[in-house]
């Protein structure tokens, strides 16, 4: 699995958020979201950075760690 889905994985699951909520807030498919946390596809920098904005929507201090968590070197 990649890393960005790792993280995605791990912060949707601490702060309770789901992947269908996720993916209304981003406007696109439960499946896009699956895939990323399965680590079937992995999302792109600008596909990040829209994660990171619906996240903030719902979760800013969710967004917050999601970023620090995909920049951190140390996690990879």
């Known amino acids: 699995m990649s890393k960005s889905g790792e993280v995605l994985k791990r912060v949707l699951a601490e702060y309770g958020i789901s992947q269908s909520d996720l993916a209304r807030a981003m406007g696109t ?15 792109g920098s600008d596909t990040m950075l829209e994660i990171r904005d619906a996240l903030e929507k719902i979760n800013p201090v969710a ?14």
């Not at 967004?63 to 990879?76: G, N, P, Q, V």
């Open 29 to 43: 498919r439960r499946s896009s979201i699956h895939n990323w946390v399965s680590g079937r596809t992995d999302p």
């Open 63 to 76: 967004a917050e760690e999601f970023m620090r968590s995909w920049l951190d070197k140390s996690d990879s």
